[in-house]
């Protein structure tokens, strides 16, 4: 009878051991949020949490950790930033014990910004600016890419990491006062943004990192349509071809929670 007693208690000492490994685990979620500004929440008008890099609590890795108490949130995303910011001032954020990562980055190394200041202009061609930023995406952005991403499966050799793309910011009807884009304009800018796609997708699985698209989520949410996930031409201008409130709560957000969980 005492020996039946004893591998009962044998057995929930058991169960319960398993139990609690399971529940630290879960409880031990250590996520570092890298990138430019689409992560770090420029377009969301808060940015209560770091004015320098425009990171507020509405972007989406703030969104995720007020979702998940128990997860530690190291957020070092950075409006601005490119590859070698990345490398040079986040990547340092991560650990062997860094078991989520998440990440936007390129946008920055195309220097995709000052191509849309350029085709909002009137009467002024952006078409060698757009021929530039392609160039640089399909033969530089690959190595820069790898650069960092190296540097990720170095640092960080247990995290899932999700690397995030870029959305299209057209759907073909300029509305905004005092920006002047053609449709042809439009319809190159967003032929870009799926080039972008299509280079950080290739890079991220070459790492065995696991890309989110984000132009289906966006579609139908483009700047000028009826319910905008992306801000037109803002005030202050930075905040203008960002993802607003919602695109970080209904875009992207659920595109890494369905990786994460």
Not at 51 to 75: E, H, M, V, W
Not at 171 to 186: H, K, L, P, R
Not at 216 to 226: D, E, N, Q
Request: positive net charge.
């Amino acid at each position: 009878m005492q020996s039946k007693v004893r591998r009962l208690i044998g057995a929930v000492v058991c169960v319960c051991a398993l139990g609690g490994g399971v529940t630290a685990s879960a409880l031990a979620d250590n996520y570092v949020a890298l990138g430019d500004s689409y992560s770090s929440g420029t377009g969301t008008r808060d940015y209560s949490l770091n004015s320098g890099c425009q990171r507020g609590p509405y972007a989406y890795p703030a969104l995720i950790k007020a979702d998940r108490p128990n997860t530690t949130l190291n957020f070092v995303a950075c409006s601005g930033a490119k590859t070698t910011d990345v490398i040079n001032n986040q990547v340092s954020a991560l650990s062997a014990s860094t078991n989520i990562v998440t990440i936007t980055i390129g946008g920055n190394d195309a220097g995709f910004s000052s191509v849309i200041t350029q085709c909002a202009y009137p009467l002024v061609s952006c078409n060698s600016n757009i021929t530039n930023a392609q160039n640089y995406i399909n033969n530089s952005l690959p190595g820069a890419l790898n650069a960092v991403y190296s540097q990720i499966r170095t640092r960080a050799p247990n995290a899932t990491v999700v690397v995030l793309g870029y959305p299209r910011l057209f759907m073909g009807v300029d509305c905004n006062a005092g920006t002047f884009f053609s449709t042809d304009e439009m319809t190159k800018l967003n032929a870009t943004a799926d080039m972008m796609k299509n280079v950080i997708a290739a890079r991220a699985a070459a790492y065995g990192f696991t890309f989110k698209d984000p132009i289906p989520a966006f579609t139908g949410h483009a700047v000028c349509s009826s319910t905008e996930w992306l801000n037109g031409l803002s005030n202050p201008i930075g905040d203008s071809y960002h993802p607003n409130r919602t695109g970080h709560k209904s875009g992207y957000e659920p595109l890494v929670r369905s990786v994460i969980g």
